[in-house]
């Protein structure tokens, strides 16, 4: 439906119309998910990436251009680095995770992200960390059985069982406070976002499913959506959100963006 020539057309003309300087670049192929109407435009490399994104105002005048829903920017090594890290996933599952597998093989012919139904049998606690409606997503979406803890009124459109935790636990969850809160309630899996992909204590399984499949803050906001915290530790958020831009996880115009808005709220 679209072709490289097209979209690369599209983006110097966008770029000259709105004065951003001309900088070259090069676009190595588009992939268009009629499904989901949206359109994965692949570049040679992280310089080229960003010329096309154009501080998010070019990618925006992109989608509005072409008049579809989503428009993302990839470069080659990022889709390296993603099949790489889910590759090593697969030799960090237990027995027990294996209904994880057939995800992971979808995650490696991203884009477009084409997940399988999966029903997970494990019993699962969900911990209400910043990226709180994806998780929940998640367990839901693989049809774990789930119970969910977080800080109280951290998220208050959101249902959950209110525990007592640091504002700081929002970014940076305390492992031993949710291995005794599963051990209580039977879970022998641990969703929230570690700052690890997967590790395991006490029989139970702590889980990061969004480091594990590589999965960054814009696409789990179009995934899951993303539910704003209103409780939260400002040096936290800082520290959290450079490990996920250093980690290539996040953009670091969403990065500066969450944090100038979650400060002025």
Do not use: C
Not at 95 to 102: G, I, V, Y
Not at 126 to 146: D, I
């Amino acid at each position: 439906m679209f072709t490289v020539e097209e979209i690369s057309e599209l983006v110097r003309e966008i770029r000259r119309e709105n004065g951003f300087p001309k900088s070259p670049f090069r676009i190595d192929e588009v992939r268009y998910n009629e499904e989901g109407d949206k359109l994965f435009i692949i570049a040679h490399d992280r310089t080229d990436k960003s010329v096309v994104i154009g501080n998010s105002f070019v990618i925006g005048k992109l989608r509005e251009r072409l008049g579809v829903k989503q428009v993302t920017v990839y470069s080659n090594l990022d889709l390296e680095i993603k099949r790489r890290k889910v590759g090593e996933a697969e030799k960090l599952l237990s027995k027990e995770l294996e209904f994880l597998l057939p995800i992971i093989e979808a995650e490696k012919r991203f884009p477009p992200r084409k997940w399988p139904e999966v029903k997970g049998e494990v019993k699962t606690l969900v911990f209400m960390s910043f990226n709180a409606k994806a998780l929940l997503g998640f367990a839901e979406r693989l049809h774990l059985p789930h119970d969910a803890v977080g800080i109280r009124y951290a998220f208050p459109r959101l249902k959950y069982e209110p525990i007592e935790a640091e504002p700081r636990e929002l970014f940076f969850p305390d492992e031993e406070k949710l291995l005794r809160i599963a051990e209580e309630g039977g879970a022998k899996l641990i969703l929230a976002d570690f700052p690890f992909d997967l590790g395991s204590k006490r029989g139970i399984s702590l889980l990061n499913p969004f480091r594990l499949l590589h999965i960054g803050f814009f696409e789990l906001k179009y995934l899951f959506g993303f539910e704003w915290p209103v409780v939260y530790d400002k040096k936290a958020l800082i520290r959290f959100i450079t490990d996920l831009t250093y980690e290539g996880l996040m953009e670091s115009t969403d990065g500066a963006n969450l944090i100038w808005r979650m400060w002025k709220r």
